[in-house]
Every structure is written in C-alpha cells, then in structure tokens.
C-alpha cells in the first residue's frame, strides 16, 4: 500500500465523523489560538516599547530618586516607592549639571506631579498635572497640534499657563479650539497656550494625552510641594550617552549618596521592560499551553475509542495484506491532520483576535507564532496518537476479525 493511499484512507476516515472530528480538534483549536494570541500581544507590546524608545531619539539620560533597577526596585518595588517621595532631586542640583556639562548635554527637563480638578464651564475633570520646565516639547520629542509650548519666562515668572494632552483637552472642551481659553484648576485660572499631537501612553503606563502641563514653578507655588519626579537629559549626540552617565553620576555623587539616585539611559530601560516583557510572554504562552495538553489527550480518547469502532475494519486490511506499520502510519496520519487542522483554525482565529484588538492593545502574530503554532499541534497530535496507532497496530487480524 503505497503512502498516497494510507493518506487518503486517513482523510476519509476524519470526514467519515465530521462532528465527532471537530470536537477533537477543539482543544488544539483553543490551544493554539490562545497561545498565538496571547504571544502576539507580548511580541505587539515590546515593539511598542522599541517604538516609543525609538521616537525620543536614543540620546536620553534620565535621573530618579532612588533605585528602580535594584533589588526590590523593579518599577515599583517597595525601597524604591518610599525613596521617590522624598525630595532628594533638587532643582539647584540640576542648574549646577548644566553649567559644567555645556560640551555633551544639549539640554534637560525638570518635571514633578501633583494632582488636581480641571474645569471648563460645567465640564469638570480630575487630572493629572504635569510640572515641567520649557524644555520639556523639544527634549521628550513632544510637538504641539495646535498653539506652542510655554516658553521659559512663564516658567521663571509662574505664570498660570497650560498645555494640554489632545484627549483631556476633548473631553473639557469638545471641538472647541482650547487654545487662548480659560481653564479652572482647583479654582485658579489658568491660559490655555497649546494642544499636544497624540502620543498615547508609554511602557505600559498612563496615556501621556491626559497630562495637564503646566511651568514647573507654578506646580511648586499652586500646589505646595517641592517634589521632581525626575531629571531628563539630552545628549548632544547619541555617542556621548555613556560620557553624560559618567558626568551625571560624578556631579550627583556631589549631593547625594550612591542609593539615593540611579542614572540610566533608554538602551538599559528598554532592555529591563522588554526583560519583564518576555518572561510575561513565556508565562502566558506557558499557560495556554496547558490547554494544548488537554487538546492532546482528547485526541488519543477519540482515538482510542476509534480504533474500537473499527476493530473489524483493521482485521480485514491485515487480512488482506496491510502490514502493522502501515496501519501505524494510517491513525498517526489521522491524529496528526486532525491536529494540524485544528492549529489552522486556532491560528486565524488568534489573527483575527489580534486584527481586533490592534486598535485598544498593540498585538503582533509573527512568523516564528505561525511555525510553533503548526510544529506543536503536529507534534502534539504525533505523541498523543502514538498509543492508539500502535494498539491498532498490533491488534491480531484473525481477533479482529472475531470482534463484534
């Protein structure tokens, strides 16, 4: 019996039982369309990240209180939450990094938060501001849609001006231009000057379209707290990035012990979240593999149960000359197609899955998303249908032929 023709008994025996062929397949289905999905949506998060990395330049240095990389730090950790709300980062330190570092930084940012309550007529908002220094739209790559930045005289003076994020700038004003208009924050009155173009968030974290920015002294004086959240530097060319770390943490050692501020570049940001990044990826994929497993077990039941059913079937093709090797290959062909069928499915549904989800939550099915969908499910269907070919496989035909 030549391989063509096992391989068409085997495709007539699935279509033979389309119902019960299906719902075998269903637990591949699941399990490869919920782990191309959930990848995709790994693989579409860290090219966000690289993108948002990527539009700020590659020339920016930061400083922030404490240690977010430590031990315990990681974003969030605790030592480096209680070291955040301290006041260590000082805006005399900051002048001071600037006048004797004129040759490899071009310029920096100053920026601290607080909270408050927007108004616009009846609209009212609760909001994030954002205090920064003028520099902030050139160094952050962070151009205006309409109206301009507030220049360095509003931020020396303290003047009550603002520039909006274009999606609270929306929601308090509608499609009414904001520029040049009155708005209420925690009852001062602040000059609407400029609308940001759309940026949307970074890493993860709140949607920079929602930021109320205002000059960083109008924070300090408006609402009683001195805190900066974190010193943003550019480099006058991306070469100089390591010779402005090496400056940054001489000139901070000056006022500041070791623990008390980490200086770090995006290359080590980028490589920490995408870090945190893969492993969520793995844990995820890792996860929705599970189901694979049970996908395959249904396989090798349905299987079992099959070369049962067919007993008489297998004793009349060993009679007629089969040899227990090709009726090996004749269920193993058949478990192995109904997996690689069911991973077909499951991988478009997961690309449909991805397609609709692109507009709230970067999703991205790769190639390599694609091949370990169809080698797991083949080989899935290969281990879990090795049992019932095999029993087929050594069933007497002279027993099977007796099988009522």
Known sequence: MPFGFVFTIAIKAILVNKTRSFLTMLGVIIGVGSVVLLTSIGTGLQAYVSDQFTSLGGSVVFVVPGDPFGDGGGFGGETSMIESTKP???RTYFNQILRNTRGIIKDGVVSGFSTGEAKYKTTTKKVTLY???ASYGSV????????????????????????????IAEELFGTIDPVGKKLQIESRSYTVVGVLEKKGSSFGGPS???YVY???????????????????????????VPAVKAALEKELGRYLEEDEFTVFDQAQLLETINSVLGMLTIGLGGIAAISLV??????????LVSVT???????????????????LLQFLIEAALLSVLGGGIGLAIAYLGSLAIQPFFPARVTLSAVMLAFGVSTVVGLIFGAAPARRAARLSPIEALRYE
Do not use: C, Y
């Not at 049970?294 to 299987?303: E, Q, T």
């Open 88 to 90: 260590l980062l000082k």
């Open 131 to 133: 205090g920064v220094t």
């Open 140 to 167: 952050n790559k962070s151009d205006t849609a309409s109206g301009e930045w507030f220049t360095d005289v509003n931020e020396q003076k303290g003047d009550r001006v603002t520039v909006l994020g274009p999606k």
């Open 208 to 210: 920079f379209d929602n």
């Open 214 to 240: 205002i000059p960083l002294t109008t924070l300090f004086d408006d609402f009683n707290t001195q805190l900066i959240d974190n010193f943003t530097f550019e480099a006058v060319s991306q070469e100089q």
């Open 294 to 303: 049970v996908g395959g077990i249904g396989i090798m039941n349905i299987m």
């Open 309 to 327: 059913e067919r007993t008489r079937e297998i004793g009349l093709r060993k009679a007629l000359g089969a040899t227990p090797d090709l009726i």
